[in-house]
């Protein structure tokens, strides 16, 4: 399958700084989303971008769908602890059933 | 139901048997997909339903998993002679349409099934 290479892997932030991460691949996607997985439960959708350029915002999260269409990133602003977990970047090619899936970035948030 | 309902949540077995694990997803979504995450990964796309339309399987690592979809909604994942290396959360996802026009098509994952192999 496609592979979405997401960095960085990890983080450890303190409470209140910004984060950002991004996604990245060799081929093109007609779609970005950005998921949240807490422990123990499934990713959930926390942003979807359609078109290249694109910038959307949901509350503190904003995430761009970049303009050569092989990468998008995700900023969280003024990070809260309730902000930790594993975020997910997946991709949709034209064509295609399914969405591939980034290796997730896990965020620590120190109060 | 109000979300996608995956069981048995945790399901622990010896290696060499057959396991079942299933999925209910939301009421009215004719897409729906299994993924498998192992530890430390990301979501590794297994199998995709669609309506009555024939799955696409290539996702499936082999011919010991296989998966079927009953009157367009609960679905089964099976996984004949298990391995440790099968060991994963198993997540089932649903969703409106096959394809994202804009809006909420994203998919609505279940809380997946923690399968432990030993």
């Known amino acids: 399958g496609q592979q979405l290479n997401q960095s960085p892997q990890s983080m450890f932030i303190q409470e209140g700084e910004d984060v950002s991460m991004n996604c990245t691949s060799s081929?093109?996607?007609?779609?970005w989303l950005w998921y949240k997985q807490d422990p123990g439960e499934g990713p959930v959708l926390l942003i979807a971008?359609?078109?290249?350029?694109e910038l959307t915002s949901n509350g503190r999260l904003t995430a761009q769908f970049g303009i050569t269409r092989k990468d998008s990133f995700l900023n969280i602003s003024a990070s809260i602890p309730s902000d930790v977990g594993i975020y997910f970047c997946?991709?949709?090619?034209?064509?295609?059933?399914?969405?591939?899936f980034g290796t997730g970035t896990r965020l620590t948030v120190i109060p | 139901g109000a979300g996608v309902s995956q069981s048995p949540s945790n399901k622990v077995t010896e290696k060499g048997k057959d396991v079942e694990l299933r999925c209910d997803p939301i009421?009215?979504?004719?897409?729906l997909y299994w993924y498998r995450q192992s530890l430390g990964q990301g979501l590794e796309f297994l199998i995709y339903?669609?309506?009555?339309?024939?799955?696409?399987k290539s996702g499936l690592p082999s011919d010991r998993f296989s998966a079927e979809r009953t009157g367009g909604s609960v679905s089964t994942l099976t996984i004949q002679r298990t391995q440790q290396e099968d060991s994963a959360v198993y997540l089932c996802?649903?969703?409106?349409?096959?394809?994202?026009?804009?809006?909420?098509?994203?998919?609505?994952f279940g809380s997946g099934t923690r399968l432990t192999v030993v």
């Open positions: 996802a649903s969703s409106l349409a096959f394809r994202f026009t804009g809006g909420s098509y994203g998919y609505t």
């Open positions: 081929s093109i996607f007609n779609t």
């Open positions: 971008l359609y078109k290249a350029g």
């Open positions: 997946a991709g949709r090619q034209t064509g295609a059933n399914n969405l591939f």
């Open positions: 009421s009215g979504h004719t897409a």
């Open positions: 339903f669609q309506g009555n339309s024939a799955p696409d």
